[in-house]
């Protein structure tokens, strides 16, 4: 089995910063995608970016488009969001997901897509107070 975990979430102010982090353990596939992905209350799931296993290529959503940086860790089982200038809308229990595949590129034309990823986090608390 493969476990991800996430930490770094909390609270904080607008316009305030969070880096969350996203560590991969247990049987752990050659190479693979990591996003994040993001839930408010009573919403669906939404992405928020996505990053390839050699960090090389990168998306993200619009609404999070130059606040937000998604990294990959030299050990490459360790991927991190950094939020800036946060929003009371950035509130959410924010996930990680992987996406195991042989080249570890996004997949192509679904990478926002929930469906792609087959392994998820528990999840961490974001919350931005106005």
């Known amino acids: 089995q493969v476990q991800l975990v996430e930490s770094g979430g909390g609270l904080v102010q607008a316009g305030a910063s969070l880096r969350l982090s996203c560590v991969a353990s247990?049987?752990?596939?050659?190479?693979?995608?990591m996003a994040w992905f993001r839930q408010a209350p009573e919403k669906e799931r939404e992405f928020v970016g996505v990053i390839s296993w050699f960090g090389s290529t990168t998306y993200y959503a619009d609404s999070v488009k130059g606040r937000f940086t998604i990294s990959r860790g030299n050990a490459k089982n360790t991927v991190y969001l950094q939020m800036n200038s946060l929003k009371p809308e950035d509130t959410a229990v924010y996930y990680c997901?992987?996406?195991?595949?042989?080249?570890?590129?996004?997949?192509?034309?679904?990478?926002?897509?929930?469906?792609?990823?087959?392994?998820w986090g528990q999840g961490t608390q974001v919350t931005v107070s106005s």
């Open positions: 997901a992987a996406d195991p595949s042989t080249t570890g590129e996004p997949s192509r034309g679904s990478y926002y897509s929930s469906s792609v990823y087959n392994y």
């Open positions: 247990g049987r752990t596939f050659s190479r693979y995608a």
